[in-house]
């Protein structure tokens, strides 16, 4: 069992930036895809961010169409964790930000494709 916690989330004015963090807990997280989405009200959860780590040490990253440019995802395997570094925050960014791990690569980009979950952290950005 992995058990995932977000944090960092907050109220950020448009144009401000954030960054999000998420601790892991397992001894393999250097094996775990981690993925970011996010959900606001009266909306489906939205695919964000993941980074996978190759058996050959290379990091491979992957964004939704609405972030490229301006989120990072990044990850300290040394310490179980990634980030979501989110500049350039529009009001559309509001929601709750949930991170996840998965231990297949398949359908990455979908939240169907991951095992384990946070609680969510809200990110509101103000116009």
């Known amino acids: 069992q992995v058990q995932v916690a977000e944090s960092g989330g907050g109220l950020v004015q448009t144009g401000g930036s954030l960054r999000l963090s998420c601790a892991a807990s397992?001894?393999?997280?250097?094996?775990?895809?981690m993925g970011w989405f996010r959900q606001a009200p009266g909306k489906e959860r939205e695919f964000v961010a993941a980074?996978?780590?190759?058996?050959?040490?290379?990091?491979?990253?992957y964004y939704g169409d609405s972030v490229k440019g301006r989120f990072t995802i990044s990850r300290d395997n040394a310490k179980n964790m990634v980030y979501l570094q989110m500049n350039s925050l529009k009001p559309e960014d509001t929601a709750v930000y949930y991170c996840?791990?998965?231990?297949?690569?398949?359908?990455?980009?979908?939240?169907?494709?991951?095992?384990?979950w946070g609680q969510g952290t809200q990110v509101t950005v103000s116009s």
């Open positions: 996840a791990a998965s231990r297949s690569m398949v359908a990455l980009t979908q939240s169907v494709g991951y095992d384990y």
């Open positions: 397992g001894s393999t997280f250097s094996t775990y895809v």
């Open positions: 980074s996978r780590w190759s058996a050959g040490s290379i990091h491979y990253t």
